[in-house]
């Protein structure tokens, strides 16, 4: 099976949201959400040594990927090539997704009421295709192929020229975005826009804390109370009425 | 017991009239979707912070629908039908059979009940041989069990159609999850006890033939709810006297008791019709309903004949005159010709049909006319002032939860209490 990976040459990068536009016609996406985009840092340090880059910001498809676990109908699932998909028969739309992801990938679309996100552009690789975005680059900044195929540009990408995941200290999930990066490019997006901690909402907060315990300790205890009366009643032999 | 005397008629073989046979199709329904939607349920929730159906149930039960989607649509196919169900049950049944009979009379808790309770628990732990106290058509535990299960059934129906139709922000169907689960597992801790209960546990044997058969044997009566059993005896021996003429053809048939009521329909039934016809309006039109558009409709089509340039080229009337679309066409204009047929079937059911005039006592009828004519032509001039209709602002803005349409509800209530004042008169 394959491990697809995306990767990005932040050297080539112009920031120009080529993909963006492309991501954006392809999937139908709202005004004002995205699947990918690219956000730039903005100079960074002090004048004269300025560094900046572009993050081209996208769902990650986490080898452990903190979004899957909160999904209570089970939509959001990693399929066997290790993309993370949503099967959106199933979505419900109550975002928990949404605030578990740390790098902010996932969107609740407002027409449809359920979430969306990049999945590699699962519908294009089915006929062939590259993902819109790696077809559109302008600058030929995008690579995307298979990890688990040493004779693939990405293999060579990541293995050979060290492309890095952006990951901070407290969140390590194996992001299989990676980024290329002449002049420490993704240091300075992972400093910049650092992935954050994941977030379950206050709903699911409650359940995890209370009211999960609470269900069981109810049907617990039914269950006890009635294996102790069934066993009462077997010793006790039967009650008061027989017919 | 209350009455250690033995009462020397009870009989095991002589049947008591326990069920009625609606109840009793209801019960099995009921069972049914539980039965399924439990299990489909189960099925659903694969996530581990939710899980608790062990994976091999999950996979059996999607096969068993070749997809999940499969097994999604048909949880939600099988609940909208419960829901409906139980709502004609609710609306129809509620002033003739629930509110009184089984929320007031069958399963309200009194001091026995408690009592019962806590013996009953006592007994099933070895410490007491109390006898338990005497017990109604229901005992405190299937009193205890109805109460939770009233309770939680509209919110799992809420929290259901909040998920299935993406009703509210993220964060209410975040809550809607929550509060499905914890709804379910209320009524499943107490079901677990039911279902034990009924085919298993023996000396609960005849209470489940009786929602097979409709009758519990006398005996069983006797012993497991003497309250009831009284209660029947009394109601024979009054009816061998012929104090009572002829009782039971008044539980027939809720739904048609309901319709041909001589009294007017309880607020909140009529206010749950209205929200469902307005739900209706919105799945199969697209769009709310309200009471002035429709004649404004009307006007704009009598217009558009007398003098179709000037409707058409008119800043608002054109609104409604559109090249292609015959200006009736539309919803309002249905709704009206709706509300005066279902008027008029109401009223001729009810046997309330016939020519008056609403008024005061010491009003004329002809200054009650002149008067009526005068208010409707001043709120319909606000309501085009106002660029739509106020009914159709509280209705289907309210419906939409419009901040606007809560103010405006708030304003019309507040200003027509200080209007009424002003002009009481007329009314007393």
Redesign the interface.
């Known amino acids: 099976m394959a491990r697809y990976a995306m990767v990005t040459d932040l050297t080539k990068c112009v920031g120009c949201q080529a993909c963006t536009a492309a991501c954006n016609s392809e999937w139908d996406v709202p005004p004002g959400r995205t699947r990918t985009r690219v956000l730039p840092t903005g100079a960074v340090g002090v004048f004269p040594n300025l560094r900046s880059a572009f993050y081209v910001a996208q769902c990650n498809h986490c080898d452990d990927p903190p979004c899957?676990?909160?999904?209570?109908?089970?939509a959001t699932f990693q399929a066997a090539d290790g993309i993370v998909k949503i099967?959106k028969?199933?979505c419900?739309?109550?975002?928990?997704c949404?605030t578990a992801c740390p790098y902010d990938a996932r969107y609740?679309n407002p027409a449809t009421?359920?979430v969306d996100k990049c999945d590699f552009c699962a519908g294009r690789l089915q006929r062939g295709l590259q993902p819109a975005c790696v077809t559109t680059c302008t600058a030929h900044a995008k690579f995307f192929g298979d990890l688990e195929d040493p004779d693939s540009e990405v293999y060579g990408l990541v293995y050979g020229r060290g492309a890095k995941r952006i990951e901070s200290e407290e969140v390590k999930v194996g992001p299989n975005v990676y980024y290329l990066g002449a002049k420490g490019e993704p240091d300075l997006v992972a400093e910049t826009f650092p992935p954050r901690t994941p977030r379950m909402?206050?709903?699911?907060q409650?359940?995890?804390r209370a009211?999960?315990p609470?269900?069981l300790l109810?049907?617990g205890?039914?269950?006890l109370?009635?294996a102790?009366?069934?066993f009462?009643?077997l010793r006790k032999g039967?009650?008061?009425?027989?017919? | 017991m209350t009455n250690p005397v033995a009462s020397p008629q009870v009989s095991s073989q002589r049947m008591i009239k326990k069920h009625h046979v609606a109840i009793m199709l209801l019960h099995w329904f009921n069972a049914l979707v539980w039965l399924l939607e439990l299990n489909t349920g189960a099925a659903l929730i694969q996530s581990e912070h939710f899980r608790f159906a062990p994976q091999w149930f999950i996979v059996l039960m999607t096969g068993i629908f070749g997809t999940r989607a499969n097994l999604l649509r048909f949880h939600i196919a099988v609940g909208l039908a419960w829901i409906t169900v139980f709502l004609v049950y609710g609306i129809f049944g509620w002033r003739t059979y629930l509110h009184q009979e089984v929320l007031e009379g069958e399963v309200a808790l009194d001091r026995d009940d408690w009592n019962w309770l806590h013996i009953r628990v006592l007994r099933i732990l070895g410490r007491s041989d109390e006898p338990l106290p005497p017990q109604g058509i229901y005992n405190a535990g299937q009193k205890l069990f109805a109460l939770a299960v009233y309770a939680m059934v509209p919110l799992i129906a809420a929290s259901g159609l909040v998920m299935a139709f993406h009703w509210g922000s993220p964060a209410v169907a975040g809550w809607a999850v929550v509060i499905h689960f914890i709804s379910v597992a209320v009524v499943v801790s107490g079901l677990k006890i039911h279902v034990y209960m009924g085919p298993v546990f023996p000396e609960e044997k005849p209470a489940f033939f009786s929602m097979i058969t409709g009758v519990v044997p006398e005996e069983f009566a006797y012993r497991h709810h003497r309250k009831w059993w009284e209660e029947v005896k009394m109601l024979e021996k009054m009816h061998e006297a012929g104090e009572l003429e002829r009782q039971e053809p008044a539980r027939s048939s809720g739904f048609v008791k309901a319709l041909r009521m001589k009294q007017y329909w309880p607020p909140y039934g009529a206010a749950l019709g209205l929200g469902l016809t307005l739900l209706a309006a919105f799945l199969l039109v697209g769009q709310g309903i309200g009471a002035s558009g429709g004649f404004t409709c009307c006007l704009a089509f009598v217009i558009s004949l007398a003098a179709p340039d000037y409707a058409s080229s008119h800043p608002y009337r054109s609104r409604y005159v559109q090249p292609d679309a015959p200006v009736l066409m539309d919803l309002l204009v249905f709704e009206l010709i709706g509300v005066a047929l279902g008027g008029l079937v109401s009223g001729w059911l009810a046997g309330r049909l016939r020519w008056s005039t609403d008024k005061g006592p010491h009003l004329s009828e002809r200054t009650r006319w002149a008067l009526a004519f005068a208010g409707g032509a001043l709120s319909g001039a606000g309501a085009r002032l106002a660029r739509g209709c106020t009914s159709g602002l509280a209705l289907s803005g309210g419906a939409a939860l419009s901040a606007g349409a809560f103010v405006f509800m708030l304003s019309v209530f507040a200003a027509g209490f200080a209007g009424a004042y002003l002009v009481r008169r007329l009314w007393l």
């Open positions: 899957v676990a909160p999904c209570p109908s089970g099967d028969d199933l419900i739309g109550c975002g928990f949404v609740l009421e359920k909402p206050s709903a699911g409650w359940w995890e009211l999960k609470l269900a109810m049907v205890t039914a269950f109370g009635q102790v009366a069934f009462t009643q039967e009650g008061q009425f027989n017919d």
